[in-house]
């Protein structure tokens, strides 16, 4: 199984970036994808998960309003659109996949991960 994560970026706050994380090896439509982040120093966190559909989301609430979760189950790709990004937003962003929904805020509960695209937002 592999997961590949791309377009992160340097961008200004305020700016937008689309994340997006191609997946092979797995059969992508049963799987909850999710998209984690990590600041330097700090424990890797939760930002959003999309159901197997696609008609299931949920999002950390510093997110909410702001990052949007899709996914294109004929490509295997996932994505995370950011708009009006913050310095905060700055960290290493993950994609992963999980065969159930019911622990898509933990890392446990995923059973893939990509390695991650760097985010960095400046002031």
């Known amino acids: 199984v592999q997961l590949q994560a791309s377009g992160g970026g340097l961008v200004q706050a305020g700016g937008s970036l689309r994340l997006s994380c191609a997946a092979s090896g797995l059969t992508f439509i049963t799987y909850t994808l999710g998209w984690f982040r990590q600041a330097p120093g700090k424990e890797r966190e939760f930002v959003a998960a999309?159901?197997?559909?696609?008609?299931?989301?949920t999002y950390a609430d510093s997110v909410k309003g702001r990052f949007t979760a899709s996914r294109d189950n004929a490509k295997n790709t996932v994505y995370l659109q950011m708009h009006n990004l913050k310095p905060d937003d700055t960290a290493v962003y993950y994609c992963a996949a999980g065969y159930q929904w019911v622990r898509q805020r933990v890392p446990a509960g995923y059973d893939y991960w990509g390695q991650g695209t760097q985010v960095t937002v400046s002031s």
């Open positions: 999309i159901s197997w559909s696609g008609g299931g989301t």
